[in-house]
C-alpha cells in the first residue's frame, strides 16, 4: 500500500470519509472515493532497472532536469498501464541512487562512482513523490551481495570510501569476473541490513524488494570464511543457505522494528527445486535457487519472513522443462497456508525482438499467463520485467494495459474477497453491489420480499430496508435519500455503496486503478 506516517495517515482517513458523506459528485471519476483507495488489494507492478541503464536513466548523467525528465515519463506511462506499483533498482551494484552515507553515488546515475547529481538532487526522493501523487506505490530495490557487473575494471573506478572498497577482506572474485560481498562474514550481513534501514528511515517508501541475485554459484571461493564462521555446520551448502536465511530473517526484523506497514518482498528464481532432487520440488528441470543460489526461498515464504514472494517465472506456457502452468501450481500449492502474499513475475523481456513464430511474439504468451493467473485464488497480481521491454512492443503494452483495464469490480469484505454470480456495476458515478453476497458476508440478516421488491437487512441494533427503482431508504425507522437507487440485475438486487457505508457506519474503500473495493467495519 501507498506508505503513510501514521498521523498522516489517520487525518487522510478521516478526511476521505468525511468527503464522502458530503461532497458532490465528480462525473468523471467513481464518487464512492474522491482519493483512489491506499489499500492495494492486487499487485500490477513493473520493475525499473538502473544498471547498465536498462531502464533509468538511459544515459548516465548529473543532469537533474535530465533526471525528472526520465521519471515522469516512466511513471506516467506506468499509470498509463494500469499499474499499481513501480520497483525502481536503487542499489545495482553496492551503490546508491539517493542519498546515503553508507553506499557512494552509482556510476549507472552520473557516470561515476560516487559523483552525486546537480544541484543535490535526490532521484528517490523524487520517483517517490511523483509516484505518490499517481497513486502508485514505490518500491526500493536493492542487490543485497553484487559489487560489479563489469569485473576489474568497474571495481578499479569505485571510490575510495566505499564499503566494498574499505573493506576488501569482505569481497570474493567469482569465477564470472564480478566481485561480491561474501554472505558468510557477519559484518556483511550488518552493512546489508544497516544500508536497508537507512532507507527505511529516511525515505516514505512503500516496501524494500530483492531480486533473485544471493551467491552467485556453486564455485564461490568461501572456504576460509567456512573454517572460521562455521560453527555447527558440517556441510558448506548448508551454512550458505543458513548465511542467505539470516539476512533475510534480520532484514525483516530490522524494517518491521522501524516501521510494519513496509512491505519486504524477494522475487526469486521461479524453481525453487527440482522434483528429482527434492521430493517437495517441482516437476521441472531448470536452475534451482535452493542449490545454485542457496536461497531457501520456500521457507521464507512459509515462515512469514517476507510480505509477498514475486517467483520469476520466465517460461512459457508448455515449456519442455519448466513449464509456466506446472510452476504457478506449485508456487500456489506451497503458500496455500502460508500469510506471505503471492505475485507473479513475468518475462515481459522475451517478447523484444522475437519472429513470428514465437510464442512470445507481439505479448500473446503474456496475455496467455495473465489470463492463467486468474484462475489462481491466491496468486495476487503479477510484477512485469522490465519497463523498457513493455514500451518496446505496442502490442505488448496494449495487451496488458486493456488485460488490466477490463478486469471486473473486486470486492473484499473484512480483507475477504466475495465471490458474486452477478458482477457489481457502475451507474452514474456509484459503484452497486449485490446486496445479500455483501450483508452475508458481513454476518447480517438480510429477508426479501418479492412481492414489493423490498429487502430489509438487520445487524444488530441496525436495521436498513431498501425498494428497488426507489431512491428512498429506512434506516433505524428514519427516511433518507441516496444517489442511486437499488437495481435489480438478473434476479440480483444491488445497491449503492455510499448508501452501505453511511447506513452500516462502514468505511469503503475504492481503488479506481485495480477496481477494487474494501469493505472494513
Avoid at 130 to 136: F, G, Q, S, V
Avoid at 322 to 333: F, M, N, P, Q
Wanted: with cysteine.
Amino acid at each position: 500500500m501507498i506508505k503513510f506516517r501514521k498521523n498522516v495517515a489517520l487525518f487522510i482517513m478521516c478526511a476521505v470519509i468525511l468527503q464522502m458523506s458530503v461532497c458532490p459528485v465528480n462525473a468523471t471519476a467513481n464518487a464512492d472515493t474522491l482519493i483512489e483507495s491506499k489499500f492495494v488489494s492486487e499487485m500490477r507492478g513493473v520493475w525499473v532497472a538502473s544498471v547498465y541503464n536498462l531502464d533509468y536513466p538511459t544515459k548516465q548523467t548529473t543532469d537533474a532536469e535530465i533526471l525528472k525528465k526520465e521519471a515522469i515519463k516512466i511513471l506516467d506511462d506506468a499509470k498509463d498501464l494500469g499499474m499499481t506499483a513501480v520497483f525502481l533498482q536503487v542499489r545495482p551494484t553496492a551503490d546508491a541512487l539517493y542519498k546515503s552515507n553508507i553506499f557512494p553515488w552509482s556510476r549507472f546515475l552520473t557516470g561515476r562512482n560516487g559523483l552525486a547529481p546537480q544541484n543535490d538532487f535526490d532521484p528517490l526522493e523524487f520517483w517517490i513523490q511523483e509516484a505518490h501523487k499517481r497513486n502508485l506505490e514505490l518500491h526500493a530495490w536493492i542487490n543485497p551481495y553484487r559489487v560489479t557487473k563489469n569485473g576489474d575494471q568497474e571495481y578499479q573506478g569505485i571510490c575510495a570510501d566505499s564499503p566494498a572498497k574499505k573493506n576488501s577482506n569482505w569481497i570474493v572474485r567469482y569465477s564470472d569476473g564480478n566481485y561480491y560481498f561474501d554472505p558468510g562474514i557477519p559484518e556483511v550481513r550488518t552493512l546489508v541490513v544497516e544500508g536497508i534501514a537507512e532507507i527505511v528511515n529516511n525515505y516514505e517508501i512503500d516496501g524494500i524488494h530483492m531480486d533473485d541475485y544471493f551467491y552467485p554459484g556453486t564455485g564461490f571461493e568461501d572456504t576460509k570464511t567456512f573454517e572460521k564462521y562455521k560453527k555447527n555446520f558440517t556441510n558448506i551448502e548448508d551454512w550458505r543457505r543458513n548465511n542467505v536465511n539470516l539476512l533475510v530473517k534480520e532484514i525483516s526484523d530490522r524494517i518491521n522494528e522501524i516501521d510494519s506497514e513496509i512491505e519486504f518482498g524477494i522475487s526469486p528464481a521461479g524453481i525453487w527445486a527440482n522434483k528429482k532432487n527434492n521430493e517437495v520440488g517441482s516437476n521441472t528441470n531448470g536452475t534451482e535457487s535452493y542449490y545454485q543460489h542457496y536461497a531457501d526461498t520456500r521457507k521464507w515464504a512459509q515462515e512469514g519472513w517476507i510480505d509477498y514472494i514475486a517467483p520469476q517465472i520466465y517460461w512459457e506456457i508448455g515449456h519442455k522443462t519448466a513449464d509456466y502452468k506446472t510452476l504457478v501450481t506449485w508456487w500456489s500449492d506451497t503458500l496455500k497456508n502460508s500469510q506471505t502474499k503471492l505475485y507473479i513475475g513475468m518475462a515481459d523481456y522475451k517478447t523484444i525482438d522475437v519472429k513470428k513464430d514465437s510464442v512470445w511474439y507481439q505479448g500473446e504468451e503474456i496475455e496467455k499467463q495473465l489470463n492463467l493467473n486468474d484462475l489462481y485464488e491466491n496468486i495476487e497480481g503479477e510484477i512485469h520485467y522490465r519497463y523498457a521491454s513493455l514500451l518496446s512492443d505496442k502490442n505488448l503494452y496494449n495487451k496488458v494495459k486493456d488485460y488490466y483495464k477490463n478486469q471486473p469490480i473486486k470486492v473484499y469484505v473484512q480483507g475477504e474477497k466475495v465471490d458474486f454470480d452477478q458482477e457489481p456495476i457502475i451507474k452514474n458515478g456509484r459503484t452497486l453491489v449485490p446486496l445479500r453476497k455483501i450483508f452475508e458476508a458481513l454476518n447480517a440478516d438480510v429477508i426479501w420480499d418479492g412481492e414489493t421488491k423490498t429487502a430489509k437487512v438487520t445487524k444488530g441494533n441496525i436495521e436498513i430496508e431498501f425498494q428497488i427503482g426507489n431512491k428512498n431508504l429506512i434506516a433505524n425507522g428514519k427516511s433518507k435519500t441516496i444517489d442511486v437507487e437499488p437495481q435489480l440485475v438478473n434476479g440480483r438486487t444491488l445497491v449503492p455503496l455510499r448508501a452501505i457505508s453511511e447506513s452500516m457506519n462502514l468505511n469503503v474503500d475504492w481503488n479506481g486503478t485495480t477496481k477494487i473495493v474494501n469493505i472494513v467495519e
